[in-house]
Each structure stands twice: as C-alpha cells, then as structure tokens.
C-alpha cells in the first residue's frame, strides 16, 4: 500500500475508462483528518510542463492539472517545504531528461486492451535525486527561518501596544511577551522561540479584535465579555492544535515532514524511557475502524465486521473465504468498494445516486451488497492505492493463504524424540555418517 497525500489522487485516475469520475485530493475517513498544508509560500506556482501556473494557495488545483493532463502523481507533497523550489527544479530536469529516467511507472486498467491502458508517472523520494532536493529545501529553509529569528532577536527598534492593557512597550520583543506571560497569564512559550513576531502578534490582535477566543476559538459578542470568559477559563493561550500558529515556532522547520507536536512528543517518549522502562502495561491505541457503508466507527475489527453483517448484510470474512482472497487481494477489494460508496454507484450493477444513503439502501434492497461485479474490475494494481488516507480497516485485514500454511506446518511436520542415552550406539547408526559416505564418494 501506498500512502500520501499527492499519491491518494492517482486512485482516481483509475476509474472506469470514459468516466469522469477522478478523485483529485487526499480523501479522509470521518473519525480524523491529519492533512496539513504548508502555508509559508506565497508566490505563484508554475506546471512542470506547460506554461499554466497557479497562486499558491491553489496548489490542489495545479496538482489536480499535473495529474489529468500530464499523468504526474507527486507523492508527499505535504512534506515538500518550499513547493515551488520544488517544481521549478523538475521543470528544468525534465527538460534536460526523459520523465521515465526518474518516475516510476503505474500503469491502470494493465487488464485491458492496450488501448483503454494508461500510465501515470510517480515522483516520490525513494529516487535518490529527490530525497536530496527535498532535504535541501528543508536546510535552506531552516537556514532563512534561524537568519530571521536572529534579526528578530537582536532588533532594538520593536515597538508594539499590549493587547490587554494597551501599554505600549519599545526596545527589545522580549519584553512584551514577559509582560503579557507575568501580568496577563498570556503564555506563548518562550520569545526566543518564535520567528516572524510582528505577523504573529498580528494574527493574535486580529482574533482579539473579531472577538474570538484564542483558546477555544469562539466567538462573543463584546469584548467585555471575551476578556471575563479568556480569564475565567484560563484560556489565554493560543490553540496549539490551530497550524496558522505553526510558521511562528521555529521548531517546525527542525525535521522534516513533523509539526512541533511530533517532535514534542518524541522528547516526551524519550524521557518516559529514561525513567521507567517497564511496558508490561502499555496497550495500544483503538483501531477505530469505519465500515465501508455507513461513518459507523468500532475500536476492533471484530466489532466492525459484525456491525456490517448485522446492518448492511455484507460479510467481508464470508467473500474473503468463498473468492480465496489473499492479503493484497482484499486490499484492492476494501479500495475498490470505497471507492464505489465514495462516488455513489453500486458495485454490482453500476447505477449511481445522488448521495452514499441512497446506493447503499439500494444495494441492500436488491442484494447487490454482496455481488462484485467482474474480478477484473477491482482486482487492478491502482486498488493497492487506499481510496481513504486513515482506513484503519486495511491494516487489520488478515493473509487467508499464510494462516492456512502456517496451520498445515504446525499439523503436518511429526517430532520424534531420539533416546540419547547411548550416544555411541547414536553415532554409528546416524544418517550423518551414510551422507558423509555419499558425499565422499561423490
């Protein structure tokens, strides 16, 4: 399986041949959503091939472009820092060289005639080349963040007005946030933290003047009331979970594709394993899977496969068994159904609604939801692609062809003990000596 958000929109170009049904960004099942976009680059992005180009904030729609006009799948993009160093560096590689001396291949619908086939071209950092780019970006990044932080931190010319009391504070950004951390409680971490102070203290104002909470991000209807209610609550802090704060942290530029969080609780697992490291009693988090027709979520697998039998008549163990599915097989099955729920169209017979209650009330009432149509439309390499980023189902999907073999190992090999208690009589009588013979006289 392969996850990422840019790589999540080459499933849709493998729908059936003839419909415009592509799936040109990262789909999320409804119990989480962990996309987070890079917001630090504003200016315009350029198409790797042609002479289109895109504002930055409209980065979807020229990855959407790449994909169906030029059969480019960027996997990661999430974790490319700089978006557009990154493009324009392909854009002239991929004049100077053939596409294919880098992409890797997918070829769609490989089950088809020729003709209906097509292939997409995969750039990802497993290609060396691009690892190194992706890593200079994010050095050079760094670097420019840490030059700022620097400048930020030795400019005696800051001069800003408390946005609680309205005394004005000059000389150095230190001691207004020392203000605000001793006299207000407004904590934000320490100054020499945080880079880009002045948008930072920007966007704080701004929240203040709409009357929203920085906390808990509602909105009140006087500012009166807003102060008791950020006082009472104690909710003069910032969101940390809101990532329009994450360009002021320096510590989000330190590794590559991880938030301040991430790192955060790496130092905190660390120091946990510095001081006890007995995890006799640890227990993994729920599986939290959801089922395949409706948004209900279970936290074991087994729970969800009976919800699905019980409301949906669907039985995944049941087909599992009667088709002999093997591990991959079930993975592009899973896909494959999502897929179908996702654009509202029943499996078995095509038909298409407009919304996902409607195909699955459908399919129960016709029996179609046990029905597939053709293994040749779902068992297609473009299903190892999760239609959903976070399906935890897929992970708790079982090798039917494994168990069987390790089963027939453990029931089939017979042990027989040998008496070793005349080893000299053992080592006369012993195979070895007749393979030692054999093998001497070969």
Known sequence: MIHGGSVMAAVGMAAREGKKDWILEPLSLPESSCCITDGFTSLVLPCIFCEDCYPAEEQEKLLGHMIVEHKLVIAD???IVDFRRYVLYWKKRFIEQSITDFCSVIRTNSQAPEEEQTDYYLLCDVLPE??????????????????QQQQERNDSSFARVCMFCNEEFSGNR???FNHMAKDHSFNVGLPDNIVYCNEFLDLVQKKMDNLQCLYCEKTF????????????????RINARNHEYDKFYTINYLELGKNWEEVQSEDDREMIEEQ???????????????????????????KLQLHMKVAHHFDLLKLKSEMGLNFYQQVKLVNFIRREIHQCRCNECGKTF????????????TSHIMSLLDRSAWDQPQYYFPTYENDALLCSLSDCESESVADNQITNIPVIAEDISDLQALKKSSILNFLQHSDTKN
Do not use: Y
């Open 221 to 236: 209807r006087d500012k009166n009331t807003l102060k008791d209610h950020m006082r009472k609550k104690q909710h003069r």
């Open 174 to 176: 230190a001691i207004l």
């Open 77 to 79: 993009v999430k974790l």
């Open 276 to 302: 006890d490291d007995d995890w006799s009693d640890w227990q993994g988090p729920p599986v939290c899977a959801v089922c395949l027709f409706c948004e209900k979520a279970q936290d074991t697998t087994e």
């Open 354 to 365: 407009s919304s996902k209650s409607e195909v699955v009330s459908h399919m129960t009432e």
């Open 130 to 147: 691009d690892r190194v780019l992706r890593e200079q970006l994010q050095q050079k990044r760094l670097e420019e963040v840490l030059e």
